[in-house]
């Protein structure tokens, strides 16, 4: 069962939402905040696998809770995926920096909100597509981080073309595939560069990528390694 903390403060949207996760057998909506706060406060009363958190809410916004929720070592096990309405800015880098473990937009349709919540909560980074074609255009469109960079040189060559592939958005079995490797071999190749790293979730392990210049897109904008 994946349990959910779901913060926002508009309750229709709540009531939406909430409906929405009750109809599944697999997932359980095990509290609600109206604000940042009090879904810092329920996180950790509850300690749900995900919470689902609005940025822009009263008393404290979604980035400062998602950054209270993931540097308290307690809530380790709770992933954070923030859900907004208010279009793709600065919110989704802050989000990412923050710690949160994906990105989704209120208008994400109802299945692709559910399959996001279930792939969040094995560990793997979620963004819109829209938020990764924006990603990817944003971080193209900056300098390397030469500070960055020198971080990179914990990582083996296999690790640093994994989180490469991770990057551009391969799952640990297209990354086997590409790599011909067993997905386990994969899954640890990307576990011990998030490790190395200090990257908690894929998500973080990507905007590494990106900010190191390890990544680097084509100019015609695919998104293909």
């Known amino acids: 069962m994946i349990r959910v903390l779901l913060a926002d403060d508009q309750a229709l949207i709540r009531t939406g939402i909430r409906s929405l996760l009750d109809a599944e057998d697999d ?14 406060e329920l996180a950790r009363e509850h300690r749900p696998d995900i919470a689902l958190i609005d940025v822009q809410m009263p008393v404290m916004d979604g980035i400062e809770a998602t950054r209270r929720i ?31 473990s994906g990105f989704l937009l209120k208008d994400t349709e109802p299945a692709d909100l559910l399959q996001a919540l279930r792939v969040a909560v094995r560990g ?37 073309e994994v989180a490469a ?45 990106y900010q190191s210049g390890l990544i680097a897109y084509p100019s015609n904008g695919t998104n293909g390694p």
């Open 124 to 160: 793997d980074a979620l963004l819109s597509p829209a938020v990764t074609r924006t990603l990817i255009s944003e971080f193209v469109s900056r300098p390397a981080n030469l500070a960055s960079s020198s971080a990179l040189d914990v990582l083996t060559p296999r690790e640093l």
């Open 27 to 40: 997932i359980e909506v095990v509290a609600e905040a109206t604000n940042g706060a009090e879904a810092v």
């Open 70 to 100: 993931v540097s308290d070592t307690s809530l380790d096990a709770v992933h954070v995926v923030v859900l907004t309405n208010y279009g793709i800015d600065e919110y989704v880098f802050t989000a990412l920096r923050a710690g949160a």
């Open 165 to 209: 592939l991770v990057a551009h958005g391969l799952s640990n079995d297209e990354i086997a595939q590409r790599l011909v490797l067993s997905p386990a071999t994969a899954k640890t190749h990307v576990s011990r560069a998030m490790t190395k790293l200090g990257a908690r979730d894929r998500a973080q392990l990507v905007v590494i990528a």
